[in-house]
């Protein structure tokens, strides 16, 4: 799970810049099946709130049925996405050495 939060976060900060629409929709597609990874994974380790916040992130960034927040709040959305992703790598590699 480790590559995939890194993989994440750097996806959700690149949206920060100007992409092509279809870059938008790659992260889309990514963070939907990279968020409900990541909620199965806490699901198994018995952390259940973690599981919810991630299951709510996948629905958030699914392609199917756009969200329209607008690019402010999108932008503030990903970097506090990404931001929590860089702290639970942290929190995850502290706990292992």
Not at 11 to 36: D, H, K, Q
Not at 38 to 58: N, V, W
Not at 76 to 93: P, Q
């Amino acid at each position: 799970m480790r590559i995939i939060k890194i993989i994440l976060a750097i996806l959700l900060l690149l949206c920060l810049f100007n992409m092509p629409y279809g870059f938008y929709n790659l992260v889309r597609f990514a963070s939907l099946i990279g968020f409900a990874l990541i909620a199965y994974d806490y699901y198994t380790k018995k952390q259940e709130s973690l599981a919810i916040t991630f299951g709510a992130l996948a629905l958030l960034f699914q392609p199917f049925f756009k969200i329209a927040l607008g690019r402010g709040l999108w932008a503030t959305v990903d970097i506090a996405v990404a931001i929590l992703l860089i702290i639970l790598l942290v929190k995850e590699r502290q706990k292992t050495t």
